[in-house]
């Protein structure tokens, strides 16, 4: 009998670049998608309407908080997701993220606040009071060592959120500028 050895090919296979992602990575993107849709469903109306969509999602989006059926719900959510697809994500998430205070940039905003950095924050927000900072974040550290309800730590935070708001309208500029400046040009 003969001795046989299989043949081994030496060289592995070569490898093929997709042009495309793949069926999974696609999926979990429209997931992605359908979710960011769901959250921005929950918004309020005034905060949906401060957002620049598309007249389609917008609707669509509105109606999903009309439909009370689950398998309904269910549709208009996929919907939603579809719409996404024509839409960029970035722009929209990191307006959700400023509307429910997830934002770096405004929780460390807060932060220095409320460690006492108030000459930084002071120098980023010059408009605020700082004798009335003062006294809520002193405030505030007696209410949390004394165990009581956090009323003036409520206050500072409103201080505070009225003061990264103001900034942010300011730092906006308006359409109506924007066009202004573009017929000078």
């Known amino acids: 009998m003969r001795n046989r050895t299989p043949v081994v090919n030496p060289e592995p296979p070569p ?103 108030l000459g930084e924050f002071a120098n980023v927000y010059p408009a605020t009071d700082l004798q009335q900072l003062r006294v809520l974040v002193r405030n505030a550290k007696k209410e949390r060592e004394t165990s009581k309800p956090p009323r003036d730590f409520r206050k500072l935070y409103q201080l505070i959120r009225e003061q990264i708001d103001a900034r942010r309208k300011a730092d906006t500029p308006t359409p109506a500028i924007e066009a202004g400046e573009e017929d000078e040009e």
Do not use: C
């Open 15 to 117: 490898k093929t670049e997709y042009d495309r992602p793949s069926k999974s990575q696609r999926k979990r993107d429209v997931t992605a998608l359908q979710e960011l849709g769901r959250e921005l469903s929950e918004l309020p109306r005034a905060q949906l309407a401060e957002l620049e969509l598309p007249e389609k999602l917008h609707q669509a989006l509105l109606d999903y908080n009309t439909i009370t059926a689950h398998e309904g719900k269910r549709r208009q959510y996929q919907y939603i997701g579809k719409l996404m697809r024509d839409v960029d994500p970035e722009p929209l998430r990191e307006a959700l993220d400023r509307f429910t205070g997830d934002s770096k940039a405004e929780v460390g905003d807060m932060h220095l606040a409320e460690e006492g950095e």
